[in-house]
């Protein structure tokens, strides 16, 4: 497939995104059963979740760049029962509500206990929001995954690998983001964001690299004798129907040297997990806290690599059609 | 129920690529807009079609074969690019089983172009929708054209009738016995698309003749003349011929 620059910033800046707003929920959790102290300051969740929000933003802004009639994007709301997209599309605006939601509900201080259980656990407004947010969360990622992983002809994608993908890569950058940012805002959390966000990153490894050890073996299913129906080991196409390009010959395909396919691969298995886990590891050992800043942009730049990998990698069997010009 | 589809021929095809123009002049001039074509007469010209024909070559020299293989969109009876559409813009009609695109909704996502393994869709890059073949639907209907040309375009200009046009649903009609009788398939069966339009295979005709035809296989003494005739009381095989 061509990877559109629209799609691979959509993905990736929502994936930061959504990972932040899991990172501080994850960490309020923590606070509410006593496990981390309570964040005495709710400007660090409410200038934490705006950052996410401006994340999610971000990505919205970016989708529309895919679009050739952003104008009518509202429609795409309508068919939410067959179509993924039109899940993400509602999901996605629903989410955005409740990160400001909980963003403004922190700012206000409106927060008074709902529910007092035994043992001095008080359930307040925030928490309430964070759950519905989280359930939000998780379901864009799967909606955005799905996205690719229902299109059972692209094989490479056709996987629940795709969705696993999809949470943990996308919660590694959001985990490191929330550990720079509680390096700004909140110096007590930066362990807990920063140790949480190496397990992800190893986590999103492995699938990753589980992602590529299943796609390095599928066998196309579709075949030229399939794509035309002559049974025959021997075919060869002398002409597609047309002398220019299409689009069917600008939209299924990279139409990069395969020499550039195999070195993103090994930029993004580097940029995106051992070297992010190593300025983690530093950041969090030396307290040099500027390598943090540092680690998530360069495990964002490394997503970036691998969602444009993850798009040309997957070969549409329409190219069966468009071998040869003329 | 209704499911209009064409039947192609691959047998008859000599890829003239007279449906191509054919479709293109037809639907270019349509309500529905025009078809881009972007430098025709220039170094890369690009444009949308909605019906395609290839050439390919089967087998190695000297048993080579050449295929011409018209390519529009199937009609699918299940067809993948309909249920991913997020906006209903792309919809598969109830009476007569057409997949359209209705460009007044499509908000040019490209989504349902991915989701077809075939590739029948292209973008307009003017008017920025997905287009695809309507099986000429604002034709086929029309009453004020003579009964005998209420066909898609393609089939109409078809100089060698490669191309038929019918309701696959209907056991006796032109296309469901040209599919049952002479052999027609669907393209990529793998992905259960069930695609409606079908192709006919390419056919030979030839005399088979078995070695016994060539040498009397009754007459191993090789000697020519009448065969000795059986005697009337014994049985023959007509009870005629021994008289």
């Known amino acids: 497939m061509h990877p559109a620059f629209s799609v691979i910033f959509l993905t990736t800046l929502l994936g930061a995104g959504q990972g932040l707003f899991l990172a501080l929920y994850t960490s309020q959790v923590y606070a509410f059963f006593h496990v981390l102290p309570p964040q005495a300051d709710s400007g660090f969740y409410v200038g934490g979740s705006l950052l996410a929000l401006l994340f999610l933003i971000a990505g919205l802004v970016a989708s529309f760049f895919h679009l050739g009639h952003p104008e009518r994007a509202w429609r795409a709301a309508a068919k939410w029962r067959t179509s993924w997209l039109s899940r993400e599309v509602i999901v996605l605006p629903a989410f955005m509500g409740l990160v400001f939601l909980y963003s403004a509900v922190h700012w206000l201080g409106w ?20 759950i519905l947010g989280t359930v ?34 996308g919660g590694a950058s959001g985990f490191t983001l929330a550990a720079a940012y509680s390096a700004y805002a909140a110096p007590g959390l930066v362990g807990f964001y920063g140790k949480w966000a190496i397990v992800i990153t190893l986590l999103g490894l492995a699938t990753r690299v589980a992602t590529l050890l299943r796609n390095a073996r599928l066998k196309p299913k579709s075949t030229l004798q399939t794509a035309i129906g002559v049974r025959h080991g021997q075919i060869v196409q002398k002409a597609q129907g047309f002398m220019g390009g299409s689009f069917n010959t600008r939209e299924f395909f990279h139409g990069k040297p395969i020499s550039l396919l195999r070195s993103i691969k090994w930029v993004f298995l580097l940029l995106a997990f051992p070297l992010p ?50 | 129920m209704t499911q209009l589809a064409l039947v192609i021929d691959l047998n008859v095809c000599v890829g003239c690529h007279a449906c191509v123009t054919s479709c293109k002049e037809w639907n270019t001039s349509g309500q529905a807009g025009y078809m881009s074509d972007d430098r025709p007469y220039g170094e890369d010209p690009t444009g949308t079609f909605f019906n395609r024909v290839q050439t390919y070559e089967v087998g190695a020299f000297p048993n080579t074969e050449t295929v011409h293989f018209p390519k529009s969109c199937l009609h699918c009876e299940e067809p993948p690019c309909v249920p991913v559409c997020p906006t209903g813009a792309s919809y598969k009609r109830k009476e007569d089983g057409i997949v359209l695109v209705d460009y007044d909704k499509c908000i040019g996502c490209k989504y349902c172009s991915w989701a077809c393994p075939y590739g029948m869709r292209e ?7 997905m287009k695809k073949c309507t099986l000429c639907v604002d034709r086929i ?18 100089p060698t009738s490669a191309r038929l046009f019918g309701d696959v649903h209907d056991p006796e009609s032109v ?29 030979k005709t030839k005399l088979m003749i078995h070695a016994d035809e060539l040498v009397r296989a009754d007459n191993p003494l090789k000697k020519e003349g009448h065969l000795p005739k059986p005697d009337l009381s014994e049985p023959s095989l007509d009870d005629v011929t021994s008289w």
């Not at chain 1, 206990?113 to 359930?123: A, H, K, N, R, V």
């Not at chain 1, 360069?298 to 069966?320: I, K, T």
Request: net charge negative.
């Open chain 1, 111 to 130: 927060n008074p206990p709902l529910i007092t259980f035994e043992g001095g656990l008080t359930l307040d407004a925030t928490m309430v929001l964070g």
């Open chain 1, 136 to 169: 939000l969360c998780f379901t864009l990622f799967v909606c955005t995954a799905m996205i690719y992983a229902c299109l059972k002809f692209l094989q490479e994608w056709h996987s629940p690998l795709t969705v696993a993908n999809y949470i943990l890569l």
């Open chain 1, 277 to 326: 886990v190593l300025l983690l590891a530093g950041g969090l050992s030396s307290s040099a806290s500027a390598l943090l800043p540092v680690a998530f942009l360069v495990q964002y730049a490394g997503l970036l690599a691998e969602r444009w990998f993850f798009f040309a990698q997957s070969s549409h069997p329409q190219n069966l059609y468009y071998q040869a010009i003329s």
């Open chain 2, 123 to 129: 973008i307009d890059e003017h008017q920025k929708v």
């Open chain 2, 141 to 158: 209907y029309d009453q004020s054209l003579p009964e005998t040309e209420r066909k898609p375009a393609c089939v109409m200009a078809c």
């Open chain 2, 175 to 203: 296309v469901s016995v040209a599919i049952r009788e002479s052999g027609g398939y669907a393209l990529m069966p793998e992905w259960g698309a069930k695609p409606s339009n079908h192709y006919l295979p390419r056919r």
